[in-house]
Nanobody
Framework: QVQLVESGGGLVQAGGSLRLSCAAS????????MGWFRQAPGKEREFITA????????YYQDSVKGRFTISRDNAKNTVYLQMNSLRPEDTAVYYC????????????????????WGQGTQVTVSS
């Protein structure tokens, strides 16, 4: 069982930055690939980015490439999402998710691929 708790959301002006954190419980964090998703009002939850168990592989949705960076610290059981050059269309609830995998380089972009989810943190970008 893995529990995920996101933090770091808030209100920011367009062009600004935020850093989200996702703290995981348990001693097997390094066995999980991690992902970030978001859900805007009235829209489906969508994939943003993912990182492999070791952090050596990452994958991004096209709309956030060059603006968002995912990273992880396995010693702290935490995954991060650095968001720069934020736009009003980035406004959403942001969720982190964990996928158990025996393959070190695996990343995943499908919601159905993830085993555990956090409760989400709100990010609002004003124009």
């Amino acid at each position: 069982q893995v529990q995920l708790v996101e933090s770091g959301g808030g209100l920011v002006q367009a062009g600004g930055s935020l850093r989200l954190s996702c703290a995981a419980s348990g001693r097997t964090f390094s066995s999980y690939a991690m992902g970030w998703f978001r859900q805007a009002p009235g829209k489906e939850r969508e994939f943003i980015t993912a990182i492999s168990r070791s952090g050596g592989s990452t994958y991004y949705q096209d709309s956030v490439k060059g603006r968002f960076t995912i990273s992880r610290d396995n010693a702290k059981n935490t995954v991060y999402l650095q968001m720069n050059s934020l736009r009003p269309e980035d406004t959403a609830v942001y969720y982190c998710a964990a996928k158990y995998t025996p393959v070190p380089v695996t990343t995943a972009s499908g919601l159905w691929e993830y085993d555990y989810w956090g409760q989400g943190t709100q990010v609002t970008v004003s124009s």
